[in-house]
Every structure is written in C-alpha cells, then in structure tokens.
C-alpha cells in the first residue's frame, strides 16, 4: 500500500519560510521521480518542483531561486524547502511520486502566506 504522507504546511507571513516535508511507503523510493505540485482555489494543479531518479531537477519559473527540492533516499523522503514566501503561493502542495505509468498523490498540505 503506497501512502505520501506530507508534513511542514502552515500560515507564514510574506517573505518568510516553510519546509515541506513528504514520507513515502510501499515504494522502492530511490526509482521514483518526486515532485511537488500545489492547487490555489479555483486553478489547476500545477507543478511546482520535480526531482528524477537521478537528481536532475526542475522548478516552475514562479518558484525559482526561491525553492529548493531534495531528497533523502535513506530516509524515503523529499523535501520542498520554500524561502522568500509571496501570497501567491498560497495553495495546498501536494507530494506526487511517479515512475514510468504509475503515479501517487500524497493528501495534501496548506500553505498559507498572508500578513
């Protein structure tokens, strides 16, 4: 049974940092590419970092220079650290972990940036 169970969501105030946290079970984490996507109300699911396999990496461009995606294989978890946080991230993140055809979602975590 895969489950994502992501963590580190919460109300911070402009300009400041969160850390997403995402523990996966019941895959064999290192060969899986590990993403996180985020849904403002009312917008499509969009993503926000993906980090393969290999460590090849990629940002939305909203996010870059901002956000840092890693992982920890030994630990079977990937990391979202978020600096420098805008209203406009507010959303909930959602932990996504894929290899080839199978893909899972982990339940989602509410970030929210607000003065």
């Known amino acids: 049974q895969v489950q994502l169970v992501e963590s580190g969501g919460g109300l911070v105030q402009p300009g400041g940092s969160l850390r997403l946290s995402c523990a996966a079970s019941g895959i064999t984490f290192s060969i899986y590419a590990m993403g996180w996507y985020r849904q403002a109300p009312g917008k499509p699911r969009e993503l926000v970092a993906q980090?393969?396999?290999?460590?090849?990496?990629n940002y939305a461009d909203s996010v870059k220079g901002r956000f840092t995606i890693s992982r920890d294989n030994a630990k079977n978890t990937v990391y979202l650290q978020m600096n420098n946080l805008k209203p406009e991230d507010t959303a909930v993140y959602y932990c996504n972990a894929n290899w080839y055809k199978l893909t899972n979602w982990g339940q989602g975590t509410q970030v929210t940036v607000s003065s």
């Open positions: 980090i393969t396999a290999g460590g090849s990496i």
